[in-house]
């Protein structure tokens, strides 16, 4: 019998260990090499020692792991991959032999990932490792600090989360060296923000002197470099936004790079003056956002743009171009890497970051090098000062000649002359005033250049001046055919206090610029105060439509700023009297604006230091007009709509209309409502029905008010005493352009013959 025992428990023992064996042949994966600590330094790679098992629905939780007997870890092989957005648990065994606890940093990947739960397990009970958080976020170069126990035998399991596709590449190092690293990487991050901070600063200091467009976009590439290389610092509490914004950093880069990569003209027809090509971008940002595409779709969509940057920028500047090979290099990387994570070397988080940087720096050295070499070049020593007392001295002997001249043909013009010789004086009179405005300009030039150019305030009538320097004009505009319209606000006082010469100078040199560059058009003079309330600082704008400036003039008016003794300046290919303004201008405090383009003509606009002269103030007051209705006919529209604002501010009503037919019907409807109008100003070059051929019209049509006074505005030389115009009924012939304070009193004066006669 007890051979009968000892045989069968032999038999026992040799059927549970052929058990074992056959578990270990089915599941070869079950047992991993395992990891036996000891005091020191310690760097392994954990190919052998760690396993890992993807989650799915049935082995997501903790629970659900324990439960599932179909849960299989497998060995890590090299080359393992972690798919985007996908769950996994990791699992590795862990032997501390010493009695003292050993603190580890373990590392999982050159990309980002998310740390869900960690736990351990030690003879059969699983422990929940609270000094790990829930979401901890891994970057490339930070890892997870464990701490194992002292003579302990465990398993460690993590649940993790891959941000985007990437290899596993478990490694187990000694705290010391970690912290070391760590504090590294921080100062490279550092070090790579620093940088990006100081292009910003860069930018927006060249902004103050060069605004131009591509300043700003620099600008914004660098601020979203910085949300970008801030998600790769080395840290566990970055916040999810962070995350979400930086995936979309390459997109927002390779677009902020194609738009820096058009050529100046381009700003200036469609960016500076419409903002849908950045309405579109946004609202593409924010569509990427909420449908959260794939981080391989983010880089996939992000090179069309810089591919297309690329290309335009090869054409720009060669410091863009660069930038914009070296943000290729950067995200085609990635991309492969992300593709294909098992056959390509893993691009580190500094890597990418280094990239980034070179993008910016490069992008900004395209506009910054540039604006530093004109800063310099401005600032060179010239020699040009020196001929300021030169300019002045020969400013002064031409005037001493030049006023004999026009003296003298004043003079002679009061004496019986032939229709010949006026003729002739005429032109010596026009001819003299021009010599007097270049010796004006170069006097000016002078002063400028020497800094003596100093402010006369006296006493003016404004209304006056703006009469004088349209009527020495005037025979360019009719050569021209350009329709002068003034527009000046009424509350306007006729009396001011400035320096009546430089505005003078100012007016006069702007108004011939635009009648030399406009063909059959308008122009359009309006003054106004910059504050009503304050009424300190008129506005002038001198609008035309004509064929606008040259790229050149323009860009060297622009950036010429205070530099008046600039010796890049090309004086031989730029206009002179439009560029002496413009430093006239802001020597006295003034600003100056300009708008050009060769489809709608010029803008210039320029505010002025004055102040009103009320011991000057006129005590006449208009209020004959007031409750009087008006009908203005003028295919201009400019103009229909500033009588209309003189009508109302003289509280009259104005109706306005473009043609005689229908200004015909406004007159008889208001006849049959018993509404008639008072007034009636009628422009005398309209297409189809000029001004003489309605005013015949209205007298023999007995449906219109026979009483309506009737003043035509003209640009001709025709007056009141002209036949067709007392054919026609004409009360008075006005010539364009005309004040809001002639045309009011001109007005009244009828108003009150009428009145009379009734």
């Not at 736990?119 to 890892?143: F, P, V």
Request: glycine share 4%.
């Amino acid at each position: 019998m007890l051979r009968i025992f000892i045989i069968l428990f032999i038999w026992l023992t040799l059927s549970h260990t052929t058990l074992v064996h056959a578990d270990h042949k089915q599941d070869p994966h079950a047992y991993p090499s395992s990891i036996i600590l000891a005091p020191g330094s310690l760097q392994i790679t954990l190919n052998k020692s760690i396993q890992w098992l993807k989650a799915e629905h049935s082995n997501l939780s903790l629970g659900q792991l324990q439960s599932s007997h179909n849960s299989v870890f497998q060995n890590i092989n090299e080359g393992a991959v972690l798919k985007e957005d996908q769950v996994y648990w990791l699992r590795m065994r862990m032997i501390n032999p010493t009695k003292n606890g050993i603190p580890l940093a373990l590392s999982l990947s050159p990309k980002n990932m998310m740390i869900e739960a960690a736990y351990s397990k030690s003879e059969g009970t699983w422990a929940h490792l609270t000094h790990i958080k829930s979401d901890t976020l891994l970057t490339g170069h930070s890892s997870l600090v464990i701490t194992i126990e002292g003579r302990s035998d465990s398993w460690v399991y993590l649940r993790i989360k891959a941000i985007t596709t990437t290899k596993l590449e478990a490694q187990l190092k000694d705290l010391d060296d970690y912290i070391q690293n760590v504090s590294a990487y921080q100062q490279l991050i550092g070090a790579s923000i620093a940088c990006i901070f100081i292009v910003i600063l860069l930018h927006l200091t060249a902004i103050q002197t060069h605004n131009h467009v591509r300043h700003y976009l620099i600008v914004l590439m660098g601020v979203i470099a910085i949300i970008y290389i801030a998600s790769h610092a080395p840290s566990s509490i970055l916040p999810q936004w962070l995350i979400i914004l930086s995936n979309q950093s390459p997109w927002i880069i390779a677009s902020l790079l194609a738009l820096s990569s058009f050529k100046t003209e381009f700003y200036k027809q469609h960016i500076l003056s419409s903002s849908n090509i950045f309405l579109i971008l946004s609202l593409v940002l924010i569509g990427l956002i909420l449908v959260n595409l794939s981080y391989i779709t983010l880089l996939s969509v992000s090179l069309i743009p810089a591919i297309y940057a690329a290309y335009n920028a090869s054409r720009v500047s060669r410091a863009l171009f660069i930038s914009c090979v070296t943000f290729i290099v950067t995200c085609s990387w990635s991309l492969l890497y992300t593709i294909t994570p098992a056959t390509i070397h893993s691009p580190t988080n500094m890597h990418e970051v280094y990239g980034f940087v070179l993008t910016v720096l490069c992008a900004s050295g395209s506009m910054i090098t540039p604006y530093f070499r004109r800063q310099t070049a401005r600032q060179k020593p010239t020699n040009i000062t020196n001929q300021s007392p030169f300019l002045s001295q020969i400013s002064h002997d031409f005037r001493t000649p030049m006023n004999g001249v026009l003296g003298m043909a004043e003079l002679l013009k009061d004496t019986p002359l032939s229709q010949q010789q006026r003729s002739f004086l005429s032109t010596i009179e026009q001819s003299g005033h021009d010599l007097l405005r270049l010796i004006n300009r170069v006097s000016d030039m002078g002063k400028l250049q020497s800094g003596k150019l100093q402010s006369e305030k006296t006493s003016f009538d404004l209304i006056e001046l703006i009469e004088k320097v349209i009527e020495r004009h005037t025979p360019l505009a009719e050569q021209n055919q350009v329709e002068i319209i003034l527009n000046i606000d009424p509350v306007i006082s006729s009396n001011i206090l400035c320096d009546e010469d430089r505005l003078n100078t100012v007016l006069d040199n702007l108004v011939l610029n635009a009648l030399s560059k406009t063909k059959q058009g308008e122009l359009e003079i309006k003054i106004h105060w910059i504050d009503e309330n304050k009424q300190d600082q008129l506005f002038f704008t001198i609008r035309d439509s004509g064929k606008g400036l040259d790229k050149e003039t323009l860009k060297q008016i622009i950036n010429s700023h205070n530099q008046i003794t600039n010796p890049t300046l090309d004086i031989q290919n730029i206009d002179f009297g439009l560029f002496l303004s413009k430093h006239i201008i802001e020597a006295l405090q003034g600003a100056f604006y300009i708008e050009s383009s060769s489809k709608i003509g010029t803008t210039i606009r320029f505010s002025m230091q004055v102040a009103t002269d009320h011991s000057q103030q006129a005590n006449l007051k208009f209020n004959t007009l007031k409750g009087l209705s008006l009908l203005v006919v003028d295919d201009n529209s400019t103009f229909r709509t500033v009588i209309q604002q003189y009508a109302n501010s003289w509280g009259a009503h104005a109706d306005a209309t473009y043609n005689g037919k229908e200004a015909l019907a406004l007159l008889r409807n208001h006849k049959t409502i018993e509404t008639p109008y008072d007034i009636m100003l009628i422009d005398q070059d309209m297409p189809i029905m000029n001004g003489f051929q309605l005013a015949s019209k209205i007298q023999d049509d007995p449906d219109i008010n026979q009483d309506i006074i009737k003043i035509m505005l003209t640009g001709s030389s025709i007056t009141s005493q002209d036949n067709l115009a007392l054919d026609a009924g004409i009360h008075q012939v006005i010539t364009k352009p005309v004040t809001a304070r002639a045309l009011q009193a001109i007005l009244a004066k009828h108003v009150m013959q009428r009145n009379q006669r009734k």
